[in-house]
C-alpha cells in the first residue's frame, strides 16, 4: 500500500472551494428552485458569500443511490419532485413551467433575502419561562413583514414553535405551553438551534454545578480533641442537605426547581454526592480524601480547601517531616530513643490524636516495636503508668515473643497479656484478661479464630505489625480485622509495597477507610494510570496526598545512616516448637537423673542448643521437623523482608548439619539454590560457593549459609547488608569475627547484626550473661549459674 499511495499528491483546494465548505460546515446554506437553460433545478445556495461548490457539496453528501437518477421518476406532486431532485445528481424538476414558477416564488418569499433576515430573526427573542403551571415558550409580537417571516422560519428549527398562540394575559405576546420533557428538549437542543439560526433566546436554567468541600474546625487549644471535619455539598454554589438533594431528585428531570429559580443539573452527579453524604464521605479521612484531591464518587467535583485554614496547618505539620514536630515526653520509657525514633513516636501521636490511622514503614532494623511501645506509653497512660484501655497488637506468631522482650524491657509499667498458646483465656476469660491488661498480644490466625470476642473487648487501639499479611481484603485475616473497632490504628510494616500499589490501598483502606476510595475507582483512577507512566499527574498526586499518613525511613538515609552508625545489633526472640520443647526437656531430664562430669555437661548444651535449633529427629521426618520450627520459620520471615528490600545476608551456624538442613529447607522454601559454606568442602568447592553468593552482585539478593568456625575468619563478604546467628557461641569474640566478614572495609551500609534467641531456654540466659560480659567458663564451673540456665523459664 506504501507504493501505491507514495506518489499521490496532497488535494489542494482554491480558496472558493475552502469558502464553500466553511458556508456548509456552517449549515449557513438554504433549498430554492431556480430556472435554467435546459430547465427548472433544484439547488443549494449559501445565505451569504459565495455561492460556487454549495451545491455540489451539499448534493454529494445527500445524495444516495435511489435519490441520484430521481429526474427519471414519476411524483405526484411539484414538492415531491423537488424535494427528491434536491438529493439527485442534476437537481433537474421535470414538471410544467407554470407551477415551477409559481413554486419558486414561494420558496423565494419564505427564504427572503437571507442577508437581511440574520438581522429579523435576531430581533425575536423567544423566552423559556417555569412557573407553578409549568413551562412555557414565549415571544413578542412581529412587527414587520420581515419579522413575520423570520419567526414562520423558526417553526422549521423547532418544530413546536408551530403551536405559538397570543397570550391570554397580553396581546402583544406569543405563547405556547410545553411539558417538562418538551422544556428539556428546547434547553437542551432547540435552544442552540435557535441560537445558531440567528434568533435570541433568553430564560434558559443556569447549569448548576454540583461540587464537594472538606470544612474543618480545629480541635480546642490545649486538648488533644480531634480535628473535626465534614463533607459539605453545595449546588450552584449554595450547601444543600441530603434530605435537599433527594428533593432535587424527586423531581425527575435535569431541569429542577431550587430555591424559587429553575436550574439544570447532572442527575448522576447528584445521585453521587447523595451518596457521598449518606455513605459516610462526611467522615474525617473520606472529608480528607476530597479536600487533597484523591477522594471521588462517580463524577462528584471537588474543590481545594480554603488556604489558610486548620486542614492546611495540619498538613503543612506533617509535610514538614516528623523532625518539625515537637517532641513527646516519655517519663515511663525504660531506654534511650534515637533521635529519628523519638520523631516517629512525635508522628504517631500527631496522627492518633488527630483520629487518623498511621502506617509506619521504616525500613526493616529502625525500630518499629521500639516507636510503637514508646507510643503506648505516651497516650492513654495513667501516672502508676498502666493504661485505662488495652492496645491489641496482632503479628505474626513467631514475632510475639519479641514483642514480650521489647515491651518488658522498654515499657515495664505496661500489663502484657499473651494471648496464644493452648493455655491462652476464651469467652468471658478473655474478656476480663483483656480488660486487666494495658497490652493483650495475639497472632493473626487467632485472630481470625477467636475475633467474636475479641470484639466484645472495647479495644483503644490496634496494632498490626508486619501489617503486609492483612493487605489482600477478601483474606479472614482482613475481614477479622475490619470486624473490631479500635480507637486508633497502626500498622507496621517494612514492605508497604510488595506487589503493586494496590498493597498500599489495602493498609490505608484499614488505617483511615474510604481516603483512597473503593478499589474498583482507586486501580482506575491511580493504578492503570501509574503503571503505564510513572511520571504521571496521577503519581504525584497520590505521593502527595500519602506523605502526611505514611512515614518511611531508609536505613540509607544520610542522617539515619549516621545515628545507627556501621554495626546495629537486633535481638530475634522465637519460641520452641512443641517437638523441640520435647527434645529439650528429655535431654534436660535425663542429665539431672544421672548428673556426672564438664564434659557430659557441654554434651548436654549441644544437645539443649540442637533442640532450640529444631534439630530433634534424625529419621525421614527430620526436615519437615525442621521446617516447623519455631527458630527456622522466624529466619524466613526475617530473609523474606531482606530480600524484599533488596539486601542479602550471612547466615551463621555452628554445627554443620544445621547449615545442611538450612540448605534443604531454604531452597525448597524460596525455590532457589542457597551457597553454603562448610569445613567439608575442597578449595575449588569453596571457590565456587564464594562465587556463587556474590554472582548478580547486590541486584540478586540472596542468603549464604556458613559454618561458624570456616566461614569465620579470612572472607570478604561486604555484598551482605544483614548477618544472621542462627544459634549463639558461647564466646562473644568468635560470633564478632564472623560478623566482621560483612562489616569490614569496603562495606559502606549499616550491618544488622541478628542474634536469634530460643525464649525459656539456656540460650536465653547465655544471651543475658553474654550481655554482662560473663564468660562461658565462669557460667560451666559455677553449678548454680549452670541450673539457671538451662532451666526453662516458667
Not at 503506648?376 to 497512660?381: A, E, N, P, V
Amino acid at each position: 500500500m506504501q507504493h501505491v499511495y507514495a506518489n499521490v499528491k496532497p488535494l489542494k483546494l482554491s480558496p472558493r472551494q475552502t469558502e464553500a465548505l466553511r458556508i456548509v460546515a456552517a449549515g449557513r446554506f438554504y433549498p430554492c428552485l431556480e430556472k435554467e437553460e435546459d430547465g427548472w433545478h433544484a439547488r443549494w445556495r449559501a445565505v451569504a458569500g459565495s455561492g460556487d461548490w454549495v451545491d455540489e457539496y451539499v448534493r454529494a453528501a445527500a445524495m444516495t443511490r435511489l435519490t441520484e437518477d430521481a429526474e427519471d421518476q414519476r411524483h405526484e406532486t411539484l414538492h415531491d419532485a423537488w424535494m427528491a431532485a434536491l438529493a439527485s445528481r442534476t437537481g433537474l424538476v421535470r414538471w410544467n413551467d407554470g407551477e415551477c414558477q409559481a413554486f419558486a416564488a414561494e420558496l423565494e418569499e419564505w427564504a427572503g433575502s437571507a442577508a437581511e433576515d440574520v438581522a429579523a430573526r435576531g430581533s425575536i427573542v423567544f423566552k423559556l419561562e417555569a412557573g407553578d403551571g409549568g413551562f412555557s415558550v414565549s415571544c413578542g409580537v412581529p412587527r414587520g413583514k420581515r419579522a413575520l417571516k423570520a419567526l414562520g422560519q423558526a417553526s422549521y428549527v423547532w418544530g413546536p414553535l408551530r403551536g405559538l398562540r397570543r397570550s391570554q394575559s397580553s396581546r402583544d405576546v406569543l405563547t405556547i405551553p410545553i411539558s417538562r420533557t418538551e422544556a428539556v428538549e428546547f434547553a437542551r437542543i432547540g435552544a442552540n438551534a435557535l441560537r445558531e439560526a440567528g434568533y435570541t433566546v433568553e430564560g434558559l436554567p443556569s447549569a448548576a454545578p454540583v461540587t464537594a468541600v472538606a470544612e474543618w474546625r480545629p480541635p480546642e487549644k490545649g486538648k488533644d480533641s480531634q480535628v473535626a471535619a465534614n463533607l459539605v455539598v453545595r449546588v450552584a454554589g449554595e450547601p444543600v442537605t441530603a434530605q435537599e438533594i433527594r428533593f432535587l431528585l424527586d423531581q425527575k428531570s435535569t431541569l429542577v426547581f431550587f430555591r424559587d429559580r429553575w436550574i439544570e443539573v447532572d442527575r448522576n452527579i447528584l445521585k453521587a454526592a447523595l451518596r457521598a453524604l449518606e455513605k459516610g464521605a462526611g467522615k474525617k479521612a473520606n472529608a480528607m480524601a476530597f479536600a487533597m484531591g484523591v477522594g471521588r464518587i462517580g463524577d462528584l467535583e471537588l474543590e481545594a480547601p480554603a488556604d489558610g485554614g486548620p486542614l492546611n496547618a495540619f498538613l503543612s505539620s506533617l509535610r514538614g517531616g516528623s523532625e518539625a514536630l515537637a517532641p513527646v515526653e516519655l517519663p515511663l520509657f525504660a531506654g534511650t530513643l534515637r533521635d529519628y525514633q523519638a520523631n516517629g513516636v512525635a508522628w504517631l501521636r500527631l496522627l492518633t490524636d488527630r483520629g487518623f490511622g498511621a502506617l509506619l514503614a521504616d525500613d526493616m532494623g529502625l525500630g518499629k516495636t521500639v516507636q510503637a511501645a514508646a507510643w503506648m506509653l505516651s497516650c492513654g497512660t495513667r501516672q502508676d503508668g498502666t493504661r485505662s484501655s488495652p492496645v491489641l497488637v496482632v503479628a505474626p506468631l513467631t514475632l510475639l515473643p519479641n514483642w514480650e522482650r521489647e515491651l518488658a524491657r522498654f515499657a515495664p509499667s505496661l500489663r502484657v497479656y499473651s494471648h496464644h498458646g493452648g493455655l491462652r483465656r476464651l469467652a468471658s476469660g478473655f474478656v476480663a484478661a483483656a480488660n486487666d491488661a494495658d497490652v493483650v498480644l495475639t497472632s493473626y490466625s487467632l485472630l481470625v479464630k477467636d475475633c467474636r470476642m475479641m470484639s466484645e473487648v472495647a479495644w483503644d487501639a490496634l496494632v498490626l505489625d508486619e501489617a503486609q499479611i492483612a493487605k489482600n481484603p477478601a483474606t479472614q485475616i482482613a475481614k477479622a480485622i475490619r470486624a473490631l473497632s479500635p480507637g486508633k490504628r497502626i500498622a507496621l510494616t517494612g514492605t508497604p509495597l510488595e506487589n503493586s500499589l494496590m498493597d498500599l490501598w489495602a493498609l490505608e483502606d484499614f488505617l483511615n477507610p474510604g481516603f483512597l476510595g473503593d478499589a474498583r475507582s482507586f486501580r482506575e483512577r491511580f493504578v492503570k494510570p501509574i503503571s503505564a507512566d510513572s511520571g504521571s499527574t496521577a503519581g504525584r498526586r497520590l505521593r502527595r496526598a500519602l506523605e502526611p499518613f505514611v512515614l518511611r525511613r531508609l536505613k540509607s538515609d544520610p542522617a539515619i545512616a549516621a545515628e545507627l552508625g556501621k554495626k546495629s545489633e537486633v535481638r530475634q526472640y522465637c519460641e520452641l516448637g512443641a517437638a523441640a520443647r520435647r527434645e529439650y526437656e528429655s535431654a534436660l531430664a535425663d542429665y539431672r537423673a544421672a548428673p556426672r562430669g564438664k564434659g557430659d555437661a557441654l554434651a548436654l548444651l549441644t544437645a539443649l542448643k540442637l533442640a532450640c535449633d529444631g534439630m530433634t529427629d534424625d529419621g525421614p521426618n527430620a526436615l519437615a521437623a525442621f521446617m516447623e520450627s519455631g527458630k527456622f520459620t522466624m529466619l524466613c520471615d526475617l530473609l523474606g523482608q531482606i530480600f524484599a528490600s533488596g539486601e542479602s545476608a550471612l547466615v551463621f551456624t555452628q554445627y554443620a548439619k544445621v547449615g545442611a538442613a538450612l540448605r534443604t529447607a531454604l531452597e525448597a522454601k524460596f525455590a532457589k539454590r542457597f551457597p553454603f559454606l562448610h569445613g567439608g568442602l575442597t578449595q575449588d568447592e569453596r571457590e565456587r560457593e564464594i562465587a556463587a553468593f556474590g554472582a548478580g552482585g547486590s541486584a540478586r539478593p540472596t542468603a549464604f549459609i556458613l559454618s561458624l568456625r570456616t566461614g569465620g575468619f579470612g572472607l570478604n563478604l561486604t555484598k551482605a547488608t544483614h548477618v544472621i546467628h542462627f544459634d549463639r557461641w558461647w564466646n562473644p569474640a568468635v560470633e564478632a569475627q564472623a560478623t566482621d566478614r560483612a562489616h569490614r572495609i569496603g562495606q559502606k551500609k549499616t550491618v544488622f547484626v541478628h542474634l536469634m534467641i530460643t525464649t525459656g531456654t539456656v540460650e536465653e540466659r547465655v544471651d543475658e550473661i553474654l550481655s554482662r560480659k560473663e564468660s562461658l567458663k565462669s557460667l560451666i564451673s559455677d553449678g548454680d549459674a549452670f541450673w539457671k540456665a538451662v532451666s526453662l523459664a516458667r
